[in-house]
């Protein structure tokens, strides 16, 4: 059975920098597309950065040139780096195996001053 556990999340202020953490196991993780996510309050999920198998990563636009997305397959691990917080980047973040119904519990990122 697959699993996936974020970490990381927190307070932070305005212009600060978080790395969020997606530990995975139950599953081939290197052959695996991997995403974040993120949810605000009363919102859907939308998707904030991607990345396939191959090292090829995709950005929604709100977070281009503040987020990085990556992954470490000796680790099984997933990660998202974040610079330049905003206020609105505030919501519980959640990892995927794209395309499955896999996902963590979600992390809570707060960017308040």
């Known amino acids: 059975q697959a699993q996936l556990v974020e970490s990381g999340g927190g307070l932070v202020q305005p212009g600060g920098s978080l790395r969020l953490s997606c530990a995975a196991s139950?599953?081939?993780?290197?052959?695996?597309?991997m995403g974040w996510y993120r949810q605000f309050p009363g919102k859907q999920r939308e998707e904030v950065a991607t990345i396939t198998s191959l090292y090829t990563t995709k950005y929604a636009d709100s977070v281009k040139g503040r987020f990085t997305i990556s992954r470490d397959n000796a680790k099984n691990t997933m990660y998202l780096q974040m610079s330049s917080l905003k206020p609105e980047d505030t919501a519980v973040y959640y990892c995927n195996i794209l395309r499955t119904p896999y996902w963590g519990q979600g992390t809570q990122v707060t960017v308040s001053s």
């Open positions: 139950g599953f081939i993780f290197s052959i695996s597309d």
